[in-house]
């Protein structure tokens, strides 16, 4: 029973440089053909990937990009929908398998979907809709001028007769496909900004939406898993004499690490005829771990470390002006220190896929944010060729980050393999917790001073943090230039500022967390202001103000002028200044990030150490709203994953392994503590459409703790509030 | 004891060990995947049925706790989606990735079977062992008193 799985295969590869996207959450700038690639050879119309109407006029939407609760499927279908001007109760979406040549990029992250693809998807509808017009044209040899689409159907406006999409598809689909096609003015927009329901709702309220720990394949068996618990650690030896006996098991076998970033740790996995007697087989296994270099890796001695190399001068990355001048100069001074946890990701679906592999095929159904990455990766691990490696993306049960990264897709594909036969596997809750890509834990120091006039003149920003560029390359050993530029860009335009890196070694993996390193931007500079403003016996929202009124630099005169708007907006719908019954507290905070900004005003009750929000305002710019229910929906997420990680989570380290297992040590928020009410309101619905699966997450906790504050409570300089406690 | 189980209204024989999870018997050997692994502690909620109407915790309940009884799972807790949990939870827009949502309908309908008008310390006190990580309480609250509100129309 004990085989060894060994992979002649599982040989480094070197595509760390290719791979390292969006480190730092860059936006990177997409540009991809489309309508290259039809959807199909089914009979109908398919002028690009996009669509496909068929001659009953039912119509597929496919997305691209991957789904995991943010909307992302109804968001950018209803989109091209619109500009189709098919009705959307004909409609119906599915998820694109992994194609790069066909979908262009489709790693969901960066809060990138909506800022990359709402263009060419339009484009692509909008090219639907002027092929079926010109196919009605030649119908009935009139001008496509004199042709109108509206709702699955085109007009003739000489007579009115019609003709619906279904009957026009065959003609349409032997026309051009229309290079630049012109896009719906936003008058005539039908669902783009309106509150649509989601495609999937029904689905998902009777039981009937398939996830990726789903999927059911004809012979399938079930695996579960035990990782190397110390990142670079290995099996020494394990022992499965207490599974002899156990009928229903397949197979236990040794997983090898694969030195790849979204590869596999390694660990010991039993294969079994469904998941309990795979968990509880995986229980009784007796492993022999071998620690490797990270074995001594404990949390809060190293966040100690990491306050050291804040507090101390550190490696310059970025310099404007004289600052060491000009806080020497200032009239109001101010140093802080600000301190955050790892955290882990902990959807409520766990790591899960399917796959199967033969010598000729390997198919998988996996619940991701990167099946490209996949493709990447899995044609690594066996030696064939990207497209070879067929990927059906599943809906997500939660991702938040986590699912960028395949490693359990790794694992299914050497479980197949091996076992010849189709696997599912489903990671058990501990080791979802424990064998994370985390949230990097960090330490901030930022020193600044406000002029004679009370103007913030000069800022000095350190950060140290164990990066997401140390997952590609292992001697990185700081924080470098692409993973501070969101605090070398913070609006505040300041006038002479430092940046600083401080020493930050891996001991762990580390990845994106939904907001990535803003979550601490946004925390330590909000905190910061409001100390600011409290030292300089200013109101917060006075300072913050006049911070954005006074922000000279032209690169940045957008980006001030909409955080100064959102964090008005938010200071209104507030009620910004209120008389409050003691105990209680008004906290306000905004925040730029991925090309979108909030703002929230916070009202919180504290009572000793019992926290308790009350309400929370929040304003929001991400341009144009695509759904407002969505949008909307995003930001209510964004408050109670910000409470979460305000008030208590934080995945902890002891001899180079995570102490903490379940929901239990890792106490997620739950309803009693939501709050109340939360509002949300979007302003600057002129500028282009930006993202919010992020944007909203940074700006919750600091406005929280300053909430706080304000209510005469302590003054909180770490996520969590109480770390340790 | 017979090992039948009426699962959503059809007598079904659990050929499997008495001590298997109900949870895993439900979704591996009948393929009802509606319910949900999440913590495989209890602590979750995402795995919740009801057995004769009352809401359980499927991944800690062996099946055997379940023969003669009755079984209902989200599957089977309307014909066509049309429990005014169901209706409540689309009128608001409740979920996000969804994960967790049938095991929070199933705890809903337990609450509102026994306390048709609960006030919203009584939601939280019976919704409070399922969790959802996309933050969708706020809704989950109002889709209950939504819920409430039109079975007594009703």
New interface residues.
């Given amino acids: 029973m004990n085989s060894l799985l060994s992979n002649t295969s599982l040989n480094r590869r070197d595509f760390l440089k290719s791979s390292g996207l969006a480190l730092g959450g860059l936006t990177i700038a997409v540009s991809f053909p489309l309508g290259t690639l039809a959807a199909g050879d089914e009979a109908g119309f398919a002028p690009n990937a996009w669509l496909h109407i068929a001659e009953n006029g039912d119509t597929t939407l496919w997305c691209g990009r991957c789904e995991?609760?943010?909307?992302i499927s109804t968001a950018l279908p209803a989109a091209v929908a619109d500009e189709l001007e098919a009705d959307w109760s004909r409609v119906k979406v599915l998820q694109a398998d992994g194609h790069k040549d066909k979908y262009g990029p489709q790693g969901t992250g960066g809060s990138r979907s909506i800022n990359e693809m709402l263009e060419p998807m339009r484009k692509a509808g909008a090219a639907g809709r002027e092929m079926l017009v010109a196919a009605a044209a030649q119908s009935w040899a009139i001008p496509a001028a004199e042709c109108k689409a509206h709702n699955h159907q085109v007009t003739n406006t000489r007579d009115n007769r019609v003709m619906g999409y279904g009957e026009l598809a065959s003609l349409a689909a032997t026309l051009p496909v229309p290079a630049d096609p012109t896009l719906k003015t936003r008058e005539q927009f039908r669902y783009i900004g309106k509150?649509l329901?989601?495609h999937?709702?029904?689905e998902?309220?009777?039981?009937?939406?398939?996830?990726g720990?789903?999927v059911?394949l004809p012979g399938m068996k079930?695996g579960a898993v035990r990782h190397v618990p110390v990142m670079g650690g290995s099996v020494k030896s394990f022992d499965a004499s207490a599974l002899e006996g156990m009928q229903g098991i397949t197979a236990v076998l040794e997983i090898p690490r694969f030195e790849d970033p979204y590869g596999t740790v390694g660990g010991v996995a039993v294969v079994a005829d469904?998941?309990?007697l795979a968990?509880e087989g995986a229980k009784k296994l007796q492993i022999d771990w071998e620690a490797g270099p990270h074995g001594s890796y404990e949390t809060e001695a190293y966040k100690a470390e990491l306050v050291k190399h804040v507090e101390a001068p550190g490696e310059k990355v970025f310099e404007r002006g004289t600052p060491d001048q000009a806080l020497a100069d200032g009239t109001v001074r101010l140093s802080g220190t600000y301190v955050g946890g790892h955290l882990s990701h902990?959807?409520?679906?766990?790591m899960a896929s399917a796959a199967w592999v033969t010598d000729d095929r390997c198919e998988i159904w996996a619940s991701t944010q990167d099946p490209q990455g996949i493709q990447r990766t899995i044609a690594a691990l066996l030696g064939r060729e990207e497209q070879d490696i067929i990927v059906h993306v599943m809906?997500?049960?939660?991702?938040?980050g986590r699912k960028f990264q395949c490693d359990y897709v790794t694992e299914a594909v050497a479980l197949s393999q091996a076992v010849k036969a189709p696997v599912q596997l489903?990671w058990?809750?501990e080791e979802d917790t424990r064998t994370g890509y985390y949230h990097s834990c960090s330490a901030q120091h930022i020193e600044a001073a406000l002029d004679k006039d009370g103007q913030l003149t000069a800022w000095l920003h350190r950060a140290a943090f164990p990066p997401i560029s140390s997952l590609f390359n292992p001697t990185v050993t700081r924080p470098g230039e692409g993973e501070l530029v969101r605090i070398i860009k913070h609006p505040y335009g300041i006038e002479h500022v430092r940046i600083e890196s401080g020493e930050a070694i891996a001991h762990t993996r580390i990845g994106w967390y939904r907001a990535v390193y803003d979550i601490f931007w946004g925390f330590a500079i909000n905190v910061f202001t409001n100390e600011l403003a409290e030292k300089a016996g200013k109101d917060p929202l006075d300072l913050y103000r006049s911070i954005y009124a006074n922000n000279k630099d032209p690169e940045q005169v957008e980006a001030a002028q909409r955080s100064l708007a959102v964090v008005n907006k938010a200071a209104e719908m507030g009620s910004w200044g209120k008389t409050l019954p003691a105990g209680q507290g008004l906290g306000i905070a905004v925040h730029h990030s991925y090309n979108s900004y909030t703002a929230m005003v916070v009202h919180a009750e504290r009572d000793g150490d019992n926290i308790k929000v009350l309400r929370v305002d929040c304003a929001v710019d991400c341009g144009l709203v695509l759904n407002p229910?969505?949008a909307a929906?995003q930001m209510?997420?964004?408050?109670?994953?910000g409470l979460g990680f305000a008030l208590r989570t934080e995945v902890r380290f002891k001899d180079g392994a995570v102490i903490n297992s379940?929901?239990?040590d890792y106490p997620?928020?739950?309803?009693?503590e939501?709050?109340?009410?939360?509002n949300v309101e979007f302003i600057g619905q002129d500028y282009r459409s930006t993202g919010l699966g992020e944007p909203g997450v940074p700006t919750f906790a600091p406005a929280l703790a300053n909430a706080i504050y304000a209510a005469g409570g302590p003054r909180y300089r770490s996520l969590p509030f109480k770390a340790g406690a | 004891m017979s090992n039948t189980i009426t699962i959503n209204g059809q007598d079904t024989v659990a050929d499997v060990p008495a001590e298997?999870?109900l949870l895993?018997f439900l979704?591996?050997?009948l393929?009802?995947?509606?319910?949900?692994?999440?913590?495989?502690?209890a602590?979750?909620g995402?795995c919740t049925v009801h057995i004769d109407g009352e809401a359980v915790r499927s991944c800690v309940t062996p099946v055997s706790a379940a023969f003669g009884k009755s079984v209902t799972?989200?599957?089977g807790?309307?014909t066509d989606?049309s429990h005014p949990l169901?209706i409540a939870?689309?009128k608001n827009?409740?979920?996000?990735?969804?994960?967790?949502?049938?095991g929070q309908?199933m705890s809903a309908a337990d609450l509102l079977s026994k306390n048709p008008d609960p006030s919203?310390d009584e939601?939280?006190?019976a919704?409070?062992g399922?969790?959802?990580?996309?933050?969708?309480?706020?809704?989950?609250?109002s889709a209950i008193l939504d819920a409430a509100q039109s079975m007594k129309e009703a």
């Fill in positions: 995991m609760g943010q909307g509150p329901q989601r999937d709702q029904a998902i309220v009777t039981g009937e939406r398939t996830y720990a789903d059911k079930y469904n998941s309990w968990l902990s959807p409520m679906e766990p809906m997500a049960g939660g991702a938040f489903t058990s809750r229910d969505i929906a209510e997420g964004a408050v109670i994953m379940n929901f239990h997620v928020l739950r309803i009693q939501a709050p109340p009410v939360i | 298997m999870p895993w979704r591996d050997t393929e009802l995947t509606g319910t949900k692994y999440g913590w495989g502690m602590l979750c995402a799972t989200i599957e807790l309307s989606g169901q939870w689309l827009n409740v979920p996000q990735c969804g994960y967790c949502q049938a309908i919203v939601i939280h006190a919704m409070q399922n969790i959802c990580r996309c933050g969708t309480y706020v809704r989950i609250r």
